[in-house]
C-alpha cells in the first residue's frame, strides 16, 4: 500500500484565511489516528506499507529539508509499521521524474522494494495520487476532500481519471475492502 502523507496520514493545517497547507514543521504534524489504525490492519494483513509524498515547499523554500527529514524520522518511530517515506523535493518547474502525478516514487520504490504494482493501491486525496498510481499501474483510492480534484500547479486534472474506490477517510473498513480479507 502507497500512501500520501499530507491529507492521509497527517491532518492539513488550516490557515485563518481557510486554506489548507501541509505541515512544515515537527510541532505542526498531527497523526489521523483513523489510518494510522487502517495501518496497522493492513500490516496485520502481510501489507507492505510506503508513503509517498511531493514536498515542493522545500524548493520553494517555505521549509527546510532538515524539518521535513524530522518530520518523516518522527513518522517513522510512531509507525514502526511503514517502511519507508519517498519524497519529491522539487517543485513543478524542475521537470523531474519522482513529482506526482508522474509515476517516478512508485517506480523508485518497485526498484528498491521489489514491489508488483498491479497488485499495488495508491491511496492520496489529490488528483494526482491517483494519475500517479493509474501511470504506473496500481490500483487507485481517493480520499475525497472539497480540494481532491481542483487544479494544481501541475494543472487540471485528466478527464477520463477515474479512482478504483473513493472513500470519506481511510478506516479499517477500507483496508477490508481494498484487500479482500
Same mark, same amino acid.
Given at each position: 500500500?502507497l $500512501?500520501?502523507r499530507?491529507g ?6 488550516? +490557515? &485563518?484565511?481557510?486554506v489548507?497547507? &501541509?505541515?512544515?514543521? $515537527? ?6 489516528n ?9 500490516h496485520a494483513? =502481510? ?5 509517498l509524498?511531493?514536498?515542493p515547499?522545500i524548493?520553494?523554500?517555505?521549509t ?5 527529514e524530522?518530520i518523516?524520522?518522527? $513518522?517513522m ?6 517502511k519507508k ?6 517543485? +513543478?518547474q ?6 506526482? &502525478?508522474?509515476p ?15 497488485s ?15 501511470a ?9 476532500? &472539497? ?16 479512482p478504483d474506490?473513493?472513500? =470519506? ?13
Amino acid at each position: 500500500m502507497l $500512501l500520501d502523507r499530507d491529507g492521509v496520514l497527517i491532518h492539513l493545517i488550516k +490557515e &485563518p484565511n481557510g486554506v489548507e497547507r &501541509p505541515a512544515i514543521t $515537527l510541532d505542526e504534524v498531527n497523526v489521523i489516528n483513523s489510518t494510522i489504525d487502517s495501518i496497522q490492519l493492513a500490516h496485520a494483513l =502481510d501489507v507492505f506499507i510506503l508513503v509517498l509524498s511531493n514536498q515542493p515547499d522545500i524548493a520553494r523554500r517555505k521549509t527546510k529539508l532538515m524539518d521535513v527529514e524530522e518530520i518523516h524520522s518522527a $513518522l517513522m518511530r510512531k509507525i514502526p509499521e511503514l517502511k519507508k517515506i519517498y519524497f519529491c523535493p522539487h517543485d +513543478e518547474q524542475e521537470a523531474c521524474a519522482c513529482r506526482k &502525478p508522474k509515476p517516478g516514487m512508485i517506480s523508485q520504490a518497485e526498484s528498491d522494494f521489489g514491489l508488483h504494482v498491479g497488485s499495488s493501491w495508491m491511496v492520496g486525496d489529490r488528483w494526482v495520487d491517483i494519475a500517479a498510481g493509474k501511470a504506473a499501474g496500481c490500483k487507485t483510492a481517493l480520499i475525497n476532500r &472539497p480540494y481532491s480534484w481542483l487544479p494544481t500547479r501541475s494543472g487540471q486534472p485528466p478527464l477520463d481519471l477515474v479512482p478504483d474506490l473513493v472513500l =470519506d477517510h481511510l478506516d479499517t473498513a477500507a483496508i477490508s475492502c481494498m484487500f479482500g480479507r
